[in-house]
């Protein structure tokens, strides 16, 4: 039956795939506009939760803290030693003062407050922590 | 409207299929937020007349006193309504995560605390 008439046929796929087409738009245009595109980390890092309400601004400076010490700036590792190096170069070309600092949740507590400490040293306005907003957990 | 229908819808599907599998890869849901800290250095002058709570994995301490965490947060907002600018200053010792760190700093924060910051046990304290 369908080998005679094979115009029909087209047709016929094309209504029943019309249902699939819609579905996949609204799905597509759904992720294009709720989700953000945004650079990847090299590390996985699981921020820690908070209630805290702030928005990230542009985040020009990034410190990356993993939950097994290393700390990573602006994407390329640096030794805990030369943060305080490489970060005063950084902030020197006067571009940012805000150091915005991502670390994983399960890192030391102690460990993050150091690089921190580090960061006011190397001449940061501002350090803002980076975390989740709740559902994470 | 004969012309039309041969031009199959497939191609266009496999276009839109392509495009919506990019962007459930690509596109991340989490939702960001900050956190502003201060780092106070123990033996600065920004340490004097501060509250120094440790909090160590097996608890909480405020001036050489274990307290549970209730009970420090009751303190706290009792000292608080006296002074809206008391400093806090919490220490978190050894083997604890950050997340304990901040999960207990917005809790002070929310008691009403202004002035909560960390303080590295790097030197002394």
Known sequence: MAFGKPRRRHADEDQRIMPLINVVFLLLIFFMVAGQLSK?????????????EKKPGERLVQLLITSDGRSLLNGADVPVDALQGALADVLGTGAAKTVHVKADGNADARHVIAVLDRIKAAGAEKVKLLTSAGSGR | MRRRAVIS??????????????FMLASSFMDWRTLELGVARPGGGDVTGAMLVELRHDGLRLSGENFTEDRLLRVLSARFADDPAQRVLVKPGEGVSLQRAVDLVERIAAAGGREVSFVSSAEGG
């Open chain 1, 40 to 52: 990847t980390d090299p590390v996985k890092i699981e921020p820690p939760v908070s209630e805290s």
């Open chain 2, 9 to 22: 819808l497939t191609p266009l599907i496999d276009v839109v299929f392509i495009l919506l599998v990019f």
